[in-house]
Structures are given as structure tokens and as C-alpha cells.
């Protein structure tokens, strides 16, 4: 099977995935929880978390300093634009906290009034979690686009993202006109799969709407997709599953006990070279 981007075509006739949950999420003012790693989290993971941001760009003026080990945050922006105009639709914020880092204020407001996006928390693999903590930013023209979608994270249609991350491991951001069909042909071994809308609707094993978030049944079906009247933006992400339990510490995802004591004690030693 090929995505392409035929529109007003019918859905083909082909074994998919089913829905696992639905959810909205829990709103705290501009932002929305949608999962986290004591819910959702536990099923989906290495996607142990997703906010939705929708908000003034203003937000950003707090420094909201805090730390984090053991995960990788993803951040896209589905409007807007955040930073000076640096970070905008199809860029894309790598930050690997791995054996520990506090971060917050790296954006300050653009000119743009509103941005709204995803901030994403993926456990990393127990090879990584002590790792060097890293950076990576990447504009939108460096994003290879396959089809409809911006290959964030990962391998996909032959298409390679340039963000440092590992291997099993898919992040797409789409946009569909009006009536638009796209399938996702799932990658052998991601089983574990996801969505959450932006804008607009789709439907595939039911109808989404913007704010759901849904969580497919383990398996690499492919996934069908036609957006509605008013089109859809959407994130996708797909991967193999984590083998560990997750040890979670406030802002800390680790694969034991001990591999978190050590984020933490890292993370206390190195406060004082940010704060």
C-alpha cells in the first residue's frame, strides 16, 4: 500500500486498526492533558504523555523552570508560531533529558498573538536514560514531508527525520483538505499506536473531533483516514512497545528503581547551573 492524496475517495476495504479508548483529556485553563504515565501512558508507552496547548503567546513570558530525566520531549505547533518565529508548523523542539536537565524560558513571544501545538514526553529506552542530555531544533524546511505529513520522528516511506531520536519510533504531523483520504501504513512492529486532532475531524473506526485523543488496538495494521467538511490536523505517532514498567518519579519516566534514584541525584547536583 502507498499514502497518496486523492480526495472525495472512499475508504478502501482493508484490515485496520480498532480503537482502544477515546478521550478528551482534562483541561487546566489553555492546557489540555490528554496522557499521562499513570493512565494512558502505561498503554501507549514509549508515549508516556501529551499536552495540547492552545493559547496566547504571551504564556511563554513565564520561565517555568523545572527539571526532567529519563524521557525526551517533543514539542510541534499545530498554529502560530513560538520563539521569534522560529519554531512554526512542521518544526519541531528534540529536548533528550536523559540523566537529568532543568529547562523552561528557551521561547520568549512572537508577534504571532496565539500558537497552539503538542508537547509529547517519550520514555526512553534503558540504553538512553543516563544519557548526555541534547538539544535539537529543526525548522520546518528541514522536516521531510511524505505526502500530507511532516515526518517529525522516525523512518517512514523511505523518508528519515534529521532528530536524533531511536530507532522504533514514528512522529508525524498531518494536514488533510476537505474529504481528503490518507492512510498510514503502519511500520512492522509498531504496535503501539496513537492520534490526537488539532483542527477539524476524521474518521476511520468511528468519527474524531478536534480534542480527541485515541488509542488503537496493539497490533501494525494500517491505519485509514478521511478528514471531514473542514478538513483535519492531527498528530500520529506509532512505535514498538517499551518493555520496562514505568518508574516515575514528578517529572522523571525511568525503567527501575534505581535508574530513577539517579535522575534524581542528578538532576538536585546540576540545579545550580540553571537556576
Not at 528503581?257 to 538536585?268: M, P, Q, S, T, V
Amino acid at each position: 500500500m502507498s499514502s497518496n492524496r486523492s480526495t472525495a475517495r472512499p475508504l478502501p476495504a482493508l484490515a485496520e486498526r480498532k480503537i482502544h479508548s477515546q478521550t478528551r483529556g482534562s483541561q487546566r485553563g489553555p492546557i489540555t492533558r490528554l496522557m499521562s504515565p499513570s493512565d494512558l501512558g502505561q498503554y501507549l508507552k514509549p508515549f508516556v504523555f501529551l499536552d495540547m496547548v492552545d493559547a496566547p503567546s504571551s504564556i511563554t513570558q513565564s520561565d517555568n523552570l523545572h527539571p526532567h530525566s529519563g524521557i525526551a520531549t517533543v514539542t510541534v505547533l499545530t498554529e502560530g508560531k513560538w520563539g521569534t518565529g522560529r519554531l512554526d508548523y512542521g518544526g519541531v523542539e528534540w529536548m533528550r533529558a536523559g540523566s537529568g536537565i532543568w529547562h523552561g524560558g528557551e521561547y520568549r513571544p512572537d508577534s504571532a498573538p496565539h500558537f497552539k501545538g503538542f508537547q509529547l514526553w517519550v520514555a526512553l529506552p534503558q540504553a538512553l536514560e543516563a544519557s548526555a542530555p541534547e538539544w535539537q531544533f529543526v525548522e520546518a524546511h528541514g522536516i521531510p514531508e511524505v505526502g500530507p505529513a511532516r515526518l517529525i520522528v522516525g523512518t517512514y516511506q523511505g523518508k528519515t527525520s534529521p532528530v536524533r531520536a531511536f530507532d522504533g519510533l514514528n512522529y508525524l504531523l498531518v494536514t488533510l483538505a476537505p474529504g481528503e483520504t490518507w492512510i498510514y501504513d503502519t511500520p512492522i512492529g509498531h504496535d503501539v499506536g496513537w492520534l490526537s486532532l488539532s483542527h477539524g475531524n476524521l474518521s476511520s473506526d468511528g468519527r474524531f473531533d478536534a480534542g480527541d485523543m485515541i488509542a488503537f488496538d496493539r497490533g501494525d495494521a494500517a491505519i485509514p483516514l478521511r478528514a471531514g467538511p473542514d478538513g483535519a490536523t492531527f498528530v500520529l505517532g506509532s512505535a514498538v512497545p517499551h518493555p520496562h514498567d514505568l518508574v516515575l518519579g514528578h517529572y522523571s519516566v525511568h525503567t527501575s528503581e534505581a535508574a530513577l534514584k539517579a535522575g534524581e541525584a542528578r538532576i538536585a547536583e546540576v540545579q545550580h547551573l540553571y537556576t
